[in-house]
């Protein structure tokens, strides 16, 4: 027998054993129906009744743990909540973002104010110290000119006195010359 054979065989009895349950189920049903239906209806009336007998017990049973357990349940779960908290630790005060970022900036700003003071001090200082030296040497520059023009007016004066006698005594030179050279020549016209 081949597989395929052997499988459509296995498949036909399943099938055919199916259909027998399903028949047997069928029969059965239409046999114990009624007891289920009664059954069904008594399950529901029993099941009322003991919601009935139930509910006022269980309002009771809640009155009493709201009066009498609740108020303890709820001091030791109040008790356990204060041991377990942590201890609040103290906050540093903190200046707000704002307030640090305005004050970096003043700061910044009195600090770039200062090193420009501090700059100008220094070049107003050098300033000074150029200006000293220049009014220093205008000075001496004008007393080295009066000092020459001195030498000059006293070179001139002298000049003027010594180019004089020099002339006076030139003439008395040239006069006297001019005898001797008249003498001589007298002397040898006369003789």
Request: zero cysteines.
């Amino acid at each position: 027998m081949s597989i395929t054979l052997k499988r459509r065989k296995a498949k036909w009895e399943t099938e055919e054993a199916l259909n027998r349950l399903q028949g047997l189920a069928r029969d059965q049903a239409e046999r114990f129906g009624p007891y289920a239906d009664q059954a069904k209806e008594s399950a529901a009336l029993r099941i009322h009744q003991a919601r009935g007998w139930t509910a006022p017990r269980l309002e009771t049973a809640a009155q009493r743990v709201e009066d009498t357990v609740a108020p303890r349940v709820a001091e030791l779960l109040n008790a356990a909540a204060h041991r377990v908290e942590p201890v609040a630790v103290r906050r540093r005060r903190r200046l707000s973002r704002s307030f640090v970022v305005i004050g970096v900036g003043a700061l910044g700003a009195a600090a770039l104010y200062g090193v420009l003071k501090l700059r100008q001090a220094s070049q107003d200082a050098e300033w000074q110290e150029n200006l000293d030296n220049a009014r220093e040497q205008v000075r001496e520059t004008k007393d080295q000119l009066a000092t020459k023009a001195k030498e000059a007016k006293d070179r001139l004066k002298g000049g003027a006195e010594g180019a004089a006698a020099k002339t006076q005594e030139a003439a008395d030179t040239a006069s006297e010359g001019a005898k001797d050279a008249a003498r001589e020549l007298n002397g040898r016209v006369k003789n």
